[in-house]
């Protein structure tokens, strides 16, 4: 049995790197990184990108985050977030991802549910004060100590980490690597609520391996990365890979095509990975004729039951995966075939066509007795999903399961065994990657007013969006903002005619 120290660690995938190729180019921030952030975009290499990974360490280190402790991260697809993340690691930290839509009610629940000790963000992303946001939920986050931020005009009682960054430090003395202890935390909505789930760094780089493994990605490869870094599916498809691949990391702010086809085709990226439905625009635009470069795309669905009925990928010199996101229980990716459309399914192990006979690098599917998709193997963390043991007569507890029940409503086909998810789960809304129990969202309208309402429409890009309506509108999104509630619930209140 390999021991937990010869097991590999995210930062001990980066530091293989970096032994065989120091001066090689690591990390390219996005191009339009002045206006996301107000701070100009780096380019590193493998070099000096471990010379500011350690200087946030023994920063970490001197500001007394013991090992275990969770920091908190709310930070955009820049190269400072890649950085903090691997910093974290090799100070025994677990980065625990907050999404950028979130506000203050949402982050302060985050906090306190994982007894955060730290958190860092960036003092405005695309025009907002995430700083005061942090400090705002911080204050309420009673195990906070530390509160660090990227940029500039940040608030009194923040950290200035630029100046950590460019300043000089003493070599840390990192504690030993250990590949199962927690990586990272990240955030579930499931019928039962709210939860946090914790990844070891195994679980981790098992997810990177589902993906990589089944893309086909080449060593060396270089990768744009337009994702934003706040799931386990998103950390695993990019971060990992990279690592994983010991290529270039280029990153890009979501939402601005040109920008983004401008960066493929001047940085000579030969794979893409984005939200598929994003991808699958941007081939129907011509993109893949415009970038003969690039030849693996692979598209993240965060609303899996909507691959089957997908567009054909075009048969062109890019092979097209498919990474089916089941919420932050676990994933599993497909190749397309010649003919562009979806791969077939089948349940059992996952991935093992491309490793040794007869494993399953990737994980194993399986229909659970309720009709619904059930995931096991190395990168699903059982324990975060299984609710406490019901016993069966009162004295003996009931086996625990060694699956997670995703909740997503799926079939056998009778005639060829294949495995389709048809349905998300039930009083789960998914928009945009962001997921609301059906019922909150009633509560949060009733907090408006008896002629309130606030609902989630099916969309076929994003899985649902939110539609509200008040008797004043302009009111509802005020007092939405006053709640601390996150801009997907506050928009939905838009007026028609501002929308047009």
């Known amino acids: 049995m390999t021991s937990a120290s010869n097991s590999p660690t995210l930062d001990g ?11 090689a180019l690591a990390l390219v921030d996005p191009a339009d990184k002045m206006r996301v952030t107000q ?35 709310q930070l955009p697809n820049t190269v400072e977030f890649v950085l903090t993340v691997l910093a974290a690691h090799r100070a025994g930290l677990v980065a625990a991802l907050l999404p950028q839509l979130w506000r203050q009610h949402d982050l302060t629940t985050a906090l306190n549910r994982s007894g955060a000790r730290a958190i860092v963000t960036s003092s405005r992303i695309d025009g907002v004060s995430h700083a005061d946001l942090v400090m705002n939920a911080a204050a309420e986050a009673f195990s906070i100590r530390y509160v660090g931020g990227f940029g500039s ?23 030993a690597p250990d590949a199962r202890s927690a990586a ?18 195994l679980n981790l780089i098992s997810g990177g391996l589902a993906v990589f493994l089944e893309s ?56 893409l990975i984005a939200p598929a439905p994003f991808a699958q625009g941007l081939a129907d635009a011509g993109l893949l004729d415009r970038a003969p470069m690039l030849k693996h795309v692979i598209g993240l669905w965060r609303a899996p039951e909507q691959v089957e009925s997908s567009a054909a ?11 089916y996101l089941f ?43 309720r009709g619904t998709l059930g995931l096991r193997g190395p990168m699903v963390p059982v324990l975060a999903y299984t609710a406490q043991a019901d016993a069966s007569n009162g004295l003996i507890p009931a086996k625990p399961l060694d699956y997670v029940d995703t909740g997503y409503q799926a079939r056998l086909d009778r005639g060829t065994g294949a495995l389709h998810v048809t349905a998300p789960p039930s009083g ?33 890009l994003s899985g649902y969006r939110l539609a509200g309506r008040a008797s004043d509108n302009g009111c509802a999104r005020e007092a939405l903002n006053e709640l601390g509630l996150n801009p997907l619930m506050v928009e939905a209140f838009r007026d028609r005619a501002s929308a047009e």
């Not at 530091?15 to 001066?23: A, H, Y």
């Not at 990108?49 to 969770?70: C, K, Q, W, Y």
């Not at 005009?153 to 504690?175: C, I, K, N, Q, R």
């Not at 190749?335 to 093992?352: E, W």
């Open 13 to 23: 995938l980066f530091r293989r790197s970096l032994l065989r190729q120091p001066e």
């Open 327 to 369: 919420g932050e229980a676990g994933l599993f990716g497909a190749i397309r075939g010649s003919d562009g459309l979806p791969a077939t399914i089948m349940p059992g192990p996952h991935g093992a066509p491309r490793a040794a006979a007869g494993s399953a690098v990737a994980g194993e599917t399986l229909m659970t007795p």
């Open 184 to 201: 990272i935390i990240t955030f579930d909505i499931t019928a039962d609520g709210f939860r946090a789930v914790p990844r070891t760094h």
């Open 153 to 175: 005009d940040l608030p009194e009682g923040m950290t200035p980490l630029d100046h950590v960054l460019a300043g000089p430090f003493m070599e840390p003395l990192p504690p």
């Open 428 to 460: 789960v809304m998914s928009v945009g990657g962001y997921r609301f129990l059906a019922q909150d969202l009633g509560e949060w309208a009733k907090r408006l007013g008896d002629n309130a309402m606030l609902t989630a429409l099916p969309d076929r």
């Open 216 to 271: 086909g990605m080449p060593q060396g490869a270089t990768v744009m990365s337009a994702l934003v870094p706040s799931s386990f599916g998103h950390l695993a498809s990019s971060l990992v890979t990279w690592l994983l691949s010991g290529g270039v990391l280029s990153l890009h702010h979501p939402f601005d095509s040109a920008v983004l086809e401008r960066e493929i085709v001047d940085g000579g990226c030969d794979v």
């Open 39 to 73: 701070t100009p975009p780096q380019r590193l290499t493998f070099a000096q990108a471990d010379r500011e990974i350690n200087a946030l360490t023994a920063h970490f280190i001197d500001m007394g985050l013991p090992p275990g402790s969770v920091i908190a991260l």
């Open 313 to 323: 990928w075009p048969a062109t010199q890019a092979a097209f995966t498919d990474v």
